[in-house]
């Protein structure tokens, strides 16, 4: 495990760089996340798809499975993965401070 330092506040990670604690979620810890999955800018299109991600597991309590995710946000695959070099379960959920999804590797 480690820790990521976000205004002042130590945020702990799991292994695989996924928040702990989903409540240790924001807006800074989405750009710092993001960076380490090198994604340089989050534009709108990033922050349409976390807002989807973090709007259904408050809903939920799980990430959607990847064809909800498309299905639901408009978005391709194609098109995640162009937002999202790792992939909608490692890149998107984590940046959106998501536990890591089941299945994901």
Not at 9 to 33: Q, T
Not at 67 to 90: C, D, H, M, V, W
């Amino acid at each position: 495990m480690s820790n990521i330092e976000v205004n002042g506040k130590s945020i702990e990670l799991d292994e695989d760089g996924f928040l702990v604690n989903p409540e240790d979620w924001n807006e800074d810890v989405a750009l710092i996340l993001a960076k380490a999955e090198e994604v340089e800018e989050l534009t709108e299109d990033h922050w349409k798809l976390i807002n989807y991600l973090q709007d259904y597991f408050k809903q939920f309590g799980i990430a959607p499975m990847v064809r909800k995710l498309t299905k639901q946000s408009g978005y391709s695959l194609k098109e995640i993965y162009e937002l999202f070099p790792s992939g909608p379960a490692k890149g998107a959920c984590k940046i959106a401070g998501l536990p890591k999804p089941t299945g994901c590797v």
